[in-house]
């Protein structure tokens, strides 16, 4: 089936630092949605996206929609520690249902 | 408030029982699907349904069972040949997108379902 790469699968953040992360594809999709997910509640969504090359921003979350359509990018800057999470990428084409990545788990450097 | 509901929040399930957890949205959207999530793990897609009466195996359907009577309501029965049933089993709804419109999947708050 489609599958969807996130990376990266965990990382360590610092209060104040920017964070980066992103999901690729073999095929092409035409919906990019960013989710989060806290401890034991359902995955919330951040941001959507549904034009190649679109730029969309929500406070400090900007994320792109790659203009290969092929991939998207998520952006945190200035990490606060309730950022703490896993963020989920999701792509759909036309017709299809949702795929999602497995996730980036995003974790406080102590 | 349009939203999609999942019920009961924790459930605890003797080996060899089956149990059913409940999915219901009204969000009006088409398709209804549902994701297990082991700790610190991503999600996996178990069944998915883009239309009443019609539902697909995803990757992991095995032990699991699923029906789409109304537009509204997805439940999951997890049966006894599950043989690690425990896990967070989430619901989510979306759109079929067909070219025009948003195609935002929301999900429910999630069922915590633990074998004694």
């Known amino acids: 089936g489609q599958q969807l790469n996130q990376s990266p699968q965990s990382m360590f953040i610092q209060e104040g630092e920017d964070v980066s992360m992103n999901c690729t594809s073999s095929s092409i999709f035409n919906t990019w949605l960013w989710y989060k997910q806290d401890p034991g509640e359902g995955p919330v969504l951040l941001i959507a996206?549904?034009?190649?090359?679109e730029l969309t921003s929500n406070g400090r979350l900007t994320a792109q929609f790659g203009i290969t359509r092929k991939d998207s990018f998520l952006n945190i800057s200035a990490s606060i520690p309730s950022d703490v999470g896993i963020y989920f990428c999701?792509?759909?084409?036309?017709?299809?249902?949702?795929?999602f990545g497995a996730g980036t788990i995003l974790r406080v450097k102590s | 408030d349009g939203g999609i509901t999942q019920s009961p929040k924790y459930l605890f399930r003797k080996e060899g029982q089956n149990v059913t957890l409940s999915c219901e949205q009204n969000l009006n959207h088409d398709a209804m699907y549902w994701y297990r999530q082991d700790p610190g793990q991503g999600l996996r897609l178990i069944y998915y349904s883009q239309i009443v009466n019609d539902f697909q195996k995803g990757d992991i359907a095995e032990g699991y069972s699923v029906s789409r009577e109304k537009k509204e309501s997805f439940p999951l029965t997890v049966t006894s040949a599950q043989k690690n049933p425990t896990a967070f089993y989430l619901c989510?709804?979306?759109?079929?997108?067909?070219?025009?419109?948003?195609?935002?999947?929301?999900f429910g708050q999630g069922t915590r379902l633990t074998v004694v």
């Open positions: 989510a709804s979306s759109i079929v997108w067909q070219g025009a419109g948003n195609t935002e999947a929301f």
């Open positions: 996206l549904y034009k190649a090359g």
């Open positions: 999701a792509g759909q084409r036309y017709g299809n249902k949702l795929v």
